[in-house]
């Protein structure tokens, strides 16, 4: 039940990610077709923060998917539980540092709620609403993380491993 919750949100959040790449298309043609109609529709704000929301969606979906780019130098030297332990232990690491990057940006956009912060484009949106995607985005690949270091624990094959690729071969 847990385990198809998880895998669920990860693939909710790859989906989103897609809706806002294909929403940026859109907010760009509508800005192209308003410009050519006499109409000053300004989407350059609008897309930077689709961009960036996509960019966090995508964290613990491609994650899970074995995309990020991993260097596994040390990692592939070792075999059984010395690298099982190494695998765990930098999922746990770096759920660590996200976690704490995720923390502060949940303060970030707490500060703009507070102080009523605005973009300064024509839209003027309110600031904590693409960095909610931000602060959302980082909590999902903190999940992410410990999900994935309680599973190696328990003996299971990372789910990033089904998209290694090796660069160079011996």
């Known amino acids: 039940m847990i385990r198809r919750t998880l895998d669920a949100l ?21 800005q192209v077709a308003g410009r ?6 300004d989407s350059t704000e609008i897309a930077g923060f689709f961009m ?17 780019v991993r260097v596994t130098l040390l990692v592939e030297r070792l075999t059984g539980g010395g ?4 695998e765990a232990w930098c999922c746990l690491a770096a759920a660590g540092f996200v976690g704490f990057l995720a923390w502060w940006a949940l303060d970030l956009v707490a500060q703009s709620w507070r102080f009523g912060d605005i973009s300064p484009g024509l839209l003027a949106i309110p600031f904590w609403i693409p960095q909610a ?5 980082l909590l999902l ?7 994935e270091a309680v599973g ?19």
């Not at 995607?133 to 985005?137: D, E, L, P």
């Not at 690949?141 to 999900?147: E, G, H, P, Q, R």
Request: net charge neutral.
């Open 152 to 170: 190696i624990v328990r003996g299971r094959e990372p789910a990033y491993a089904s998209g290694e690729d090796t660069a160079l071969d011996d």
């Open 141 to 147: 690949l903190t999940l992410a993380l410990v999900d």
């Open 52 to 68: 960036a929301a996509s960019s966090f969606f995508a964290l613990a979906h491609t994650f899970k998917r074995g995309t990020h």
């Open 10 to 30: 990860y693939l909710w959040s790859g989906a989103a990610a897609a809706v806002l790449l294909a929403l940026i298309a859109v907010a760009i043609i509508v």
């Open 83 to 86: 690298r099982r332990l190494l």
């Open 133 to 137: 995607a931000m602060a959302f985005g």
């Open 36 to 41: 050519s109609l006499g109409y000053v529709v």
